[in-house]
Each structure stands twice: as structure tokens, then as C-alpha cells.
């Protein structure tokens, strides 16, 4: 296990990802709240800052339980910071230092830079330098610029590095955390998705007994794999709800459920369109559709837990990024926990325990789990769909026939991306209605109907977004077939807009 201690960068998730990827477990902790049982960590890393070492408003924890006690790496800040009160000398630099350098020095004596050579691009971020090494410092890398880029204090398992090994332009980054973290701190390679599935349903087990859990699924990548890994822990105690929220993309509702009973689940569809689509009626706002809908599902989620006789237990598919605390953006002690749509949705009157199988797993390692309980592909890769489905992508208010339409729309897209092989290159992609009616002219007549709009978008996470260059020929295509075959459309058009500044979702 290691532990990586947050100073702030933007960067911090990448180096746990990066850990992670070395088959080795890791995890983030705020600089200002360093865990008082230090005895399951192998490994400590620093991680970088937007805060300057010299200013009092700075992290400067106590570290003295790990350095020189614990094979410690700091990155960037952490170098600087292990520097600065140690003996060293960190100054501004003459020139801000970002982006690409080569390595023009190694020392391969050690083991910590084995097997990276001489030119070995790397990724410097930073405006302080490390002017004079810290006491007992022997020099490992330097670049044209930056004659301290790595360090060691000799005698201890301290290592300090000025550029940042996490991140893709540092082409030896991977191996230089595995160098670290096997060769040096002699950590074993055994996180797989194997053995995270392995133990997460032994612990399961342990943990709820005979006990009943309720899970409602999504159709989404989490819950499903969610709800996998307690199925394989409890079987059928494991009661599933799949609420139809009359906002789901055409068959979809029919399709996944069909899927979960295929997988075994004990899983109970709950069509509750109606119920839904009366109670938008009328709201064309979209953080009032988002609250209607929001409640509404609560509401008949309350109504099905109920139904389940001595429920004990609610799961859910929070992963790592939506709990990790991070260290607020003004470098300052306080620490947030980000907040994300689907993070304290539990209303209180539903007292059951809490169960969360995904909650230290990134995005990437909860689809490499589902693959190895052999889920389908169809699920693991399943785009991103809101939670508010459709209702978020019919501008103004919604009635069912907009729905009805749109779903249309939205399946001709969606399966012409698969026929083309575009879907898999796709983050997220969905059609919205737009409320703008405009002319076109149909046979001899003139018409004036509803205009769509398409979006496709690239990214990793949501928060940041760019469209995506699909090939005319099948924008052509799809905007034919959306005209011919769905009656009240008359318009289509390609949203070229990259988030920032333009949502995912046009409300
Ligand atoms: P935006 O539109 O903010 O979307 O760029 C980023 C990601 O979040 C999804 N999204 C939502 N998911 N409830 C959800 O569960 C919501 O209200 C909601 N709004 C946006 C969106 O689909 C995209 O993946």
C-alpha cells in the first residue's frame, strides 16, 4: 500500500492512477490530515503544489514519522519541500520551467534511475528551483536547466525528483515510479482486478452476512459492476431496482434489463414514466426538471425499498474520484470533499447502512474489473447517460411526444456510431431537441418543424470536453436517415463546441 500525500496539484489523481497501474495499491491523502497509523504503508509520495515552499501559507507538515523511516519520493513540491527544510536552498528560477526537457545527466549507479538513459524526455512544471541540495544529497539527473532534477539522500530511501513522472510526456515516468516503488521499497505487484474482486467479495460477505442489500442500477458502468461484485458475494439478498423514468433512451429499459437477468441478478424493472412525465409537466427549467426528476426517483425507490421485507443494507457505485478530499485550490489547510451528482443522494428516512464495493477504484479500473467477472462489453462500455436522461437534452419543458421523438433521433445517432466503429472513440454522445421550429421544404409543401442538434464529445472525466471530428460522410448519412424516418424533424445540426466553455449537456 502507498501513500500519496496531497499538496494541492492538479496532478495528484494521475499519480495514483499511475501506481494503480503498476499493479500496486495506492492511495490520496490530504497533506493536512496524514493518517495517525502509518504501519500499512510501504511507500510515501510527495506530490506537487501551486504553493512555493518559502511561503508561510504553504504546506509544511510534519513528516518526521516518514523520512528516513519510509522510502519516501517527492515530486516537484515534495522534492522542494523535503529540500527547503532539510538544508537545501529553494530560490525562484530565472525562467518558469514548463513543459518538455530531456535529461542531459544520470546516474545509473543507482537503482532509481535504472534502465532510463541519458535524453529521456521528461515533464518539468514549476517556478522554483532547488538551488543547493538538502545535507547528505548526492545529485542524480539534471536537464539543461535544471541541474537538480533528481536527488537522493544518500543512506535513506529519500528521493527527490523536480519534473513530474505521472504525467504521458514523461516517457520513463512508469518505470521510474516502479523502480521506486519495487526495486527500492520492495512493494509486490499483486493489485489486479483478479484479487480486488477476490477480496472485495470475501470482505462482502463479512461484512452484510445474511443480511438484505438493496442496489438501484442505472444502466450505467458502476452500478452494474456494483451490483456484480455483491451478487457474487450474497446472491440473491442482493434485491436490484431499475427504475424507468420515462426518460431512458428508446428500449433501453426492455434491453438492460433483459442483460441484468442474464447476468442473474435479482433484478425488478419499475416502470414509473407515467409518474415522472406528470409530475415535469408544465416545468421547463432545467434545474426544476433536475429536482422534479430527482425527487420523483427518490419517491418511487422509497416505494420498491419498502416492498423488499428487512432491507439492511443500500449499495452504491460511488468510485474513487468522487470521494477523494481534495486540498482546496488556495494551497490552504481547509479540505473540501468535491461534490458529484451522485454523492448524498441518500434521503435520512431511509435508515439503511451504507455498502460502496467501488469506493477506492478509478473509472478505468471499475471496467477492468467487470471484465474480469466476464461482464458483457455492451456494458462495460457503455457511454456516460445523465441521470435525468433525455429530460435534460429537450430544451424547455417536456411532454411525451418530444420525448418520443428524441429517442428516436438519439437511437439513429447512437447506432449509426456502432455500425460506423465510431462509438468506442466516443466519451459520450446524444442528440437534443431543440425548442426552435424552423421551414423546410418537404415535396411541394412547406413545413415548420423541430430542429435536433448532435454532440459528441472526447474526454476523460466530463469536466473538460472537445467535440469530436466525425467523418462527413456519416454526419451525412445519420442527418439523412434523422429526416427521412423521424416525422416532426425537419433540422439537423452538429454541435462544434468544446467544454470549457460548453457544457456536455445542453442544459
Ligand atoms: P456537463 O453537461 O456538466 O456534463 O458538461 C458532464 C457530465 O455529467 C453528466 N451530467 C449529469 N449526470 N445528473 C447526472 O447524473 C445530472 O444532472 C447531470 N448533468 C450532467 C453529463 O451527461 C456528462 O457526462
Known amino acids: 500500500n502507498v501513500l500519496i500525500l496531497d499538496f494541492g496539484s492538479q496532478y495528484t489523481q494521475l499519480i495514483a492512477r499511475r501506481v494503480r497501474e503498476l499493479n500496486i495499491y495506492s492511495e490520496i491523502k490530504p497533506y493536512n490530515k496524514l493518517p495517525e497509523d502509518l504501519s500499512d504503508y510501504k511507500a510515501v509520495i510527495l506530490s506537487g503544489s501551486p504553493s512555493s515552499v518559502r511561503s508561510e501559507q504553504a504546506p509544511h507538515p510534519d513528516l518526521s514519522d516518514i523520512k528516513g523511516k519510509k522510502p519516501l519520493l517527492g515530486i516537484c513540491y515534495g522534492a522542494q519541500y523535503l529540500s527547503h527544510f532539510h538544508g537545501g536552498n529553494v530560490a525562484p528560477s530565472a525562467t518558469r520551467e514548463y513543459g518538455r526537457a530531456n535529461l542531459s545527466y544520470v546516474n545509473s ?24 541540495l538538502p545535507e547528505g544529497a548526492i545529485r542524480l539527473a539534471s536537464t539543461h536547466d535544471v541541474e537538480n532534477a533528481a536527488y537522493k539522500i544518500d543512506g535513506e530511501a529519500t528521493y527527490g525528483i523536480q519534473f513530474h513522472p505521472e504525467v504521458y510526456h514523461t516517457t520513463d515516468g512508469t518505470k521510474l515510479l516502479e523502480n521506486f ?42 452500478s452494474s459492476v ?72 427518490i419517491e418511487v425507490f422509497d416505494d420498491e425499498s419498502h416492498k423488499v421485507e428487512n432491507a439492511k443494507w443500500l449499495a452504491q457505485g460511488t468510485i474513487y474520484p468522487d470521494r477523494i478530499e481534495s486540498v482546496s485550490a488556495s494551497g490552504g489547510p481547509s479540505a473540501v470533499i468535491k461534490s458529484h451528482h451522485n454523492v448524498g443522494g441518500l434521503p435520512d428516512y431511509m435508515k439503511l447502512k451504507v455498502v460502496e464495493p467501488l469506493k477506492m477504484l478509478f473509472k478505468d479500473e471499475v471496467r477492468r474489473v467487470g471484465a474480469s467477472m466476464e461482464m458483457s462489453p455492451e456494458i462495460l462500455g457503455r457511454h456516460p447517460f445523465p441521470g435525468p436522461g ?68 472526447e474526454s476523460t472525466d466530463g469536466m473538460t470536453a472537445d467535440w469530436v471530428n466525425l467523418p462527413y460522410e456519416f454526419l451525412q448519412k445519420t442527418s439523412n436517415d434523422i429526416i427521412n424516418k423521424v416525422k416532426g424533424v425537419n433540422r439537423v445540426v452538429y454541435d462544434i463546441s468544446s467544454k470549457p466553455p460548453a457544457t456536455i449537456e445542453w442544459e
Open 390 to 457: 433525455l429530460g435534460i437534452r429537450i430544451l424547455g419543458d417536456i411532454t411525451p411526444e418530444k420525448v418520443a421523438i428524441l429517442q428516436e433521433v438519439d437511437a439513429i445517432f447512437v447506432d449509426g456510431l456502432k455500425k460506423w466503429g465510431l462509438y468506442d472513440k466516443v466519451w459520450q454522445a446524444g442528440a437534443m431537441l431543440l425548442p426552435v421550429d424552423s421551414v423546410g421544404v418537404m415535396g411541394d409543401e412547406r413545413t415548420y418543424e423541430k430542429c435536433v442538434a448532435l454532440r459528441a464529445v
Open 109 to 132: 549507479e543507482d537503482d532509481f534511475l535504472q534502465d532510463i538513459g541519458e535524453g529521456s524526455q521528461v515533464w518539468m512544471s514549476h517556478s522554483d528551483t532547488i538551488k543547493e
Open 181 to 222: 516503488l519495487v526495486n527500492i521499497a520492495g512493494l509486490e505487484q499483486d493489485w489486479t482486478p483478479d484479487a480486488f474482486v477476490e477480496t472485495t467479495v470475501e470482505e462482502l460477505k463479512e461484512e452484510i452476512g445474511d443480511e438484505k442489500v438493496i442496489l438501484g442500477l442505472s444502466g450505467g458502468v458502476d
Open 226 to 297: 456494483a451490483a456484480m461484485l455483491l451478487h457474487k458475494a450474497i446472491g440473491d439478498h442482493l434485491h436490484c431496482i431499475f427504475v424507468n423514468n420515462g426518460l431512458l433512451r428508446k428500449n433501453e429499459f426492455e434491453s438492460v434489463l433483459d442483460q441484468y437477468k442474464h447476468m442473474g441478478l435479482n433484478v425488478k424493472g419499475v416502470d414509473a414514466s407515467a409518474r415522472f412525465l406528470d409530475a415535469l409537466k408544465g416545468e421547463s427549467d432545467p434545474e426544476g426538471k433536475r429536482k422534479i426528476i430527482g425527487r420523483v426517483f
